[in-house]
Each structure stands twice: as C-alpha cells, then as structure tokens.
C-alpha cells in the first residue's frame, strides 16, 4: 500500500489566536467554547481549533489555553500549551486592540526588545478578533508559553537576536511537516513544477530564507522553499534541467556545505565551527584568534568574534573567511550535483546573518541576485 502522505498541521499563531477568541467570547457570555472556528488569511480557509480550558479570572479579564499540534512534523512545540488572556482595556488605551508578549514569548533584541509576535501572527489575531468585538469596545490580549523560555534553549532562537522564549514566526496559518522524510516528496514535486517554467531558482533555506527572499523582491515563482535537504534537491534540479541555483539561507546552516555536509539537520551532523576555524586557518588567522574561533559557542558568535577583531585591527577577515566559504559551497555544490546525476547546475550562495542582513555573496550569487531582486534600494554591493 502506498505511504499516507504526512499530516498537515497549523502554526503556533493560529494557536494563539484560538485562545484570544475563546477568552474574548467568555468576556462577553460566559460560554466556555470546545472549539472556535477562525479564518487562516493564509491560505484564505477558516479551520476548526479545539479549546482545552477557557475561565474568567475576574470581572474584567479571561484566560483560555489550547495545545500545539503541528501535525506529523518533529517540532518541538508538539502538544505545548498557548494561553491567551483577554481583558477590557483601560481607558488610556485608544486602540481597538492591543497585543502582549507575555512569559515564554520572545524578546527582539533587534527591534528594540519588542515581543517577537510577527507579522503574520498579528494580522491573524487583529483580523479575526476584530470579526468577534462589539463596537466600540476595547482590549488587551497578552499571549503567554508557558514552556517557551525552557523550549526556546533547544532551538537557534538566540543567533537572530530572540531571547527568553519562542517566537509567534509564519507566513501561514498552515504547519507543513518539514522535518518529516515524506516531505522531500513534496519538496521535490514543488521543483519538478516550477522547473518546468523557470532555468533560475532560488532555495530559501527555511522561514527566514522565504522572508529575506521576499524583502528582497525575489519573484515567488522561482522560490523553493528548503528543509535540511539541500543535497536531494540540488541534485532534482540538475535532473530537471536546471540552469542555475541561488543559496539564500542563514550563514550557521549554509557553511556545512562547505564541509561536504549537504543533510544539514544538527542531528546528523553539526561541525559548523570546525568547517570555519579550518577555513580561516588556511586563510593565515593568527593562532591565538583560531583558537578563540573554536571555542565560540556558537557560529553567530564566531562571526561576531571576527567582525570585532577586523574592527580592532582595521582587517577585511570576515570579507576573506567567508569569502572563501562562499566560493567553496558553490564549488562542492555544483560538483555534488555532478556526481550524483551526472548534469551540470551553476551554483552561487547568499548568506546572512542574525539580523537577516546580506553579508557574504559569492561572485556568481552576486550575479544571480542582481537578476532576481526587483527593489532598487537594496544595495547588492557587499
């Protein structure tokens, strides 16, 4: 019998945005709903969510929790609960509606310490909570994780710039099983589609790959967007004909390719500290910077080690280093594909940091951005 393919299931803002609309009917009848109905934006479909608990804790405020499920993806917020306490405002509040980060939502330290409730998450609660308030009123909704400090020290939160807890993250109300085998299928017929049309694409390593792409105008027709199976899908798109890949991704994950590392779950292998140290030590590093190199606890970390060093010695390091990481992930690229279909795909990479800033581009990724990005603000001169 052919394999079911693997269970859809919804992201964490929807979760959230179930239990705001729980706590807000309870505010106003005291009915302690089994389920809400709300409407995804995106895709534009209005999905059914259960309500575990829904009770007021006075007068004036009510809390509501549901459970995370993801559906068959290895996600960590499996079954984690989402509170949403509702309260009427005060009367300095003029908005409708106002949104809290509360214990387990993360910090931005990128944006000036707010919660780290993105986009898509508030125009989700805004749209579907304002179906639901009565004109004229006003409230508060504070979104709260429970278990997000303790889950959010298992995930790479931190290296962009998100602290104490889980990011409210998405484009879509949908959580597709990313991590799940059965998803390559879908990844590689997504690629077998767009190759039909499309010479040039573009893998978007992960959410932040997909957001950065979109930043910088890249047209959604060319965008693919990746899991950890870079190695599988470079080589679908040298069978499919492909003339060309650019690698837009987060620098922590894109420099194990240059390590030969094309599965790159930290699972199965995490040597991104040893690919860097051995790059800028062939580069002449002095020893006591590769040393402080390697025993960097992280490779955003790392990074930031080198741009402090350049800065204090008036050198171009993180230019050279990933420089050279860059012209080899294209290179091993380009030759894993030839090896394992025997077709030729011309490669070029992208990279960015924390602060999704474009920081290392190979010579070929340069060229392909510049044939891609539509925006004339965004200076490809790195």
């Known amino acids: 019998m052919p394999t079911p393919p693997p269970r859809a299931g919804y992201t964490l803002p929807v979760f959230a945005c179930a239990a705001a609309i729980a706590a807000l009917h309870h505010l106003y009848d005291s009915i302690a709903p089994s389920q809400v109905t709300l409407d995804l934006i995106n895709p534009p479909q209005s999905v059914e969510i259960p309500i575990e608990q829904v009770s007021k804790l006075g007068p004036r405020q009510a809390l509501a929790i549901t459970r995370s499920d993801p559906g068959d993806n290895l996600d960590l917020t499996r079954h984690t609960p989402i509170w949403a306490l509702v309260e009427w405002a005060s009367p300095e509040q003029t908005e409708s509606i106002v949104l809290l980060g509360g214990e387990g939502v993360g910090i931005n330290r990128n944006q000036g310490d707010q919660a780290a409730i993105y986009s898509y998450a508030q125009q989700l609660l805004y749209i579907n909570l304002e179906q639901h308030l009565q004109p004229g ?14 889950l959010a020290k298992r995930t790479s939160n931190e290296a962009f710039g998100v602290v104490e807890g889980l990011s409210l993250l998405g484009t ?46 890249i047209p959604p027709e060319v965008q693919i967007k990746t899991a950890n199976w870079l190695g599988p899908l470079l080589v679908e798109a040298g069978f499919q004909g492909v003339s060309s890949v650019l690698l837009l991704g987060y620098h922590g994950k894109l420099l194990k390719l240059a390590g030969g590392i094309f599965q790159t779950h930290h699972h199965l292998a995490d040597a991104r500290l040893e690919i ?3 790059y800028a030590a062939n580069l002449g590093l002095p020893s006591p910077q590769i040393q402080s190199l390697f025993a960097s ?22 230019d050279t280093v990933y420089g050279a990481i860059t012209q080899r992930i294209d290179v091993r690229s380009q030759t894993y594909i030839h090896t394992h279909c025997d077709r030729t795909v011309q490669v070029g990479s992208a990279l960015f940091n924390r602060n999704r800033q474009l920081f290392a581009v190979s010579a070929f990724g340069t060229h392909l951005l510049q044939r891609f990005v539509s925006n004339p603000q965004i200076d490809l001169n790195l």
């Open 297 to 318: 606890p992280t490779a955003e970390a790392a990074l930031q080690f080198l741009m402090n060093f350049d800065h204090q010695t008036q050198n171009r390091w993180v």
């Open 137 to 150: 009123d006003r409230i508060q909704v504070t979104l709260i994780l429970p278990e997000g400090r303790a």
């Open 276 to 278: 860097l140290t051995a």
């Open 172 to 217: 879509s109300g949908i959580s597709q099983p990313l991590s799940a085998p059965q998803q390559l299928d879908q990844f590689r017929l997504e690629l077998q589609q767009k190759a039909i049309d499309q010479k040039h694409l573009v893998f978007c390593v992960g959410e932040n790959g997909l957001d950065i792409a979109r930043t910088l105008g």
